[in-house]
């Protein structure tokens, strides 16, 4: 099997996580995938664990000595951000400008919109039909890491001890929750979870969820006066008091912000959610205080609402935990620059199962998958940064 074709074939199985889920996994249709990928990686003669909690784990013994045990982690779940049902990857051949992804229904992926796509022009790229996401994110990952390891088996590439592992639900913030870092055995890992080809990340956000309650008090708007306390305007009161430029759209690189992700209201209950991120940790905190500071002056406000703000850390920046073992970062460039990419130290403006793993004792940079427009209908996947990663994992493995 080809590998594009093994990603294509992973990419149609719908394998979407859900936050509202106390299970693990959150969804059981991640498991079909887990089942699939580690059933080849037993083919290619490792020994792999499949556990109740949809973990997978695999070992490839040494064929030669004195190499490091390095491991290799993708995540098999997909963004709940853009439908992952009835998903149809295709390859396309890519001229430059628009690429009309669905003529029936009007979807046009345009180069307006995303800038990256016409560095691609004259490559083959994998698209869908602009009604789901393409998963890419992460099962790209999880196709490079299989075919890595499925080259240098039958090509007989002499290679230290080879750790894998797939984990759920790392796009709702538990793909860490359960790995078990002794069983996995590694002295290092990389996730391969990132973005265009050459990308080698160890730094992230710090990272917090907020949710935000507020107890109105519901009247008759005809009797209302002196009396009603509608949560919903209580809410955008609380809003009203984050930094108004501090949002995703106004922000770039090491910049942080306050995402509102979610609202619901009406007169007797509203409910807003949050994210918080930075990549100092200082000014992480203090994103923490500017909304609890916000609650303070909205209860002030409507001295009638009750106005809660729950803030709870998610991971922090993995930065501190690599710079002590920056080899392991000089040791991607390294293996980029041999395959003819130029590797790129970018911060991350999220976060991945690496950075909660390296503060769990496993040092774990982010290398890229080669997609783009990631968590979108309009994401992508060139062909040829899908098969130049492949190279790039196995001169890791076997150097």
């Known amino acids: 099997m080809r590998p594009i074709d093994r990603f294509i074939r992973y990419a149609a199985m719908p394998t979407m996580s859900d936050e509202e889920s106390a299970t693990c996994p959150s969804t059981e249709k991640q498991r079909a995938l887990a089942e699939l990928a580690a059933n080849e990686l037993r083919e290619f003669g490792l020994e792999v664990t499949l556990t109740d909690e949809c973990y997978v784990y695999a070992r490839l013994a040494a064929t030669a000595e004195g190499r490091p045990k390095i491991g290799f982690i993708s995540h098999l779940d997909t963004s709940p951000d853009a ?23 009007g979807i046009t992926l345009k180069a307006s919109d995303y800038p990256c796509l016409e560095r691609y022009a004259g490559q083959s790229l994998v698209v869908t039909d602009g009604t789901t996401l393409l998963g ?41 929750d359960l790995f078990d870092v002794e069983r996995f055995g590694a002295d290092y890992a990389y996730t391969v979870d990132g973005g265009a080809l050459g990308e ?25 006066k002196g009396r009603m306390v509608n949560a919903s305007e209580v809410a955008m009161h ?31 209950r509203a409910t807003l959610k949050y994210i918080i991120r930075d990549h100092d940790r200082e000014r992480f905190e203090e994103r923490k205080r500017v909304m609890q500071d916000a ?33 392991i970062v000089e040791r991607a460039e390294a293996a980029f620059a041999e395959n003819g990419v130029e590797p790129r130290r970018v911060p991350i403006r999220g976060g991945t199962d690496g950075a909660r793993l390296s503060f769990m004792g496993l040092p774990c940079p982010n290398l890229s998958t080669g ?29």
């Not at 969820?209 to 507020?214: D, R």
């Not at 303070?296 to 106005?307: G, I, M, N, S």
């Open 83 to 105: 439908p992952d049902e009835n998903i149809k990857p295709v390859i396309v051949d890519y001229d430059g400008g628009d690429i009309v992804l669905n003529a029936e229904r």
């Open 136 to 176: 890419a994110d992460d099962k790209a990952g999880v196709a490079e890491i299989v075919s890595a390891v499925e080259r240098i088996v039958k090509e007989g590439l002499p290679h230290g001890e080879i750790l894998v592992a797939f984990t759920p639900d790392e796009e709702i913030g538990r793909g860490a």
């Open 200 to 224: 080698i990340e160890y730094e992230n956000f710090n990272a917090a969820s907020a949710v935000v309650e507020i107890e109105g008090r519901s009247i008759h708007p005809g009797d209302a």
């Open 238 to 268: 609380f809003h009203s008091n984050l930094p108004m430029y501090e949002t995703p759209f106004y922000t770039e690189g090491y910049e942080g912000f306050y995402h509102l992700t979610s609202f619901e209201g009406c007169v007797e």
């Open 295 to 327: 609650a303070t002056e909205t209860r002030h406000a409507y001295c009638d609402a009750k106005v809660a703000c729950t803030v709870k850390d998610s991971y922090y920046n993995m930065k501190e935990k690599i710079e002590p073992c920056m080899y």
């Open 371 to 399: 997609g783009e427009n990631f968590h979108s209908r309009f994401e992508f996947l060139p062909v040829g940064s899908f098969e130049k990663m492949i190279d790039v994992l196995v001169t890791i493995m076997t150097k």
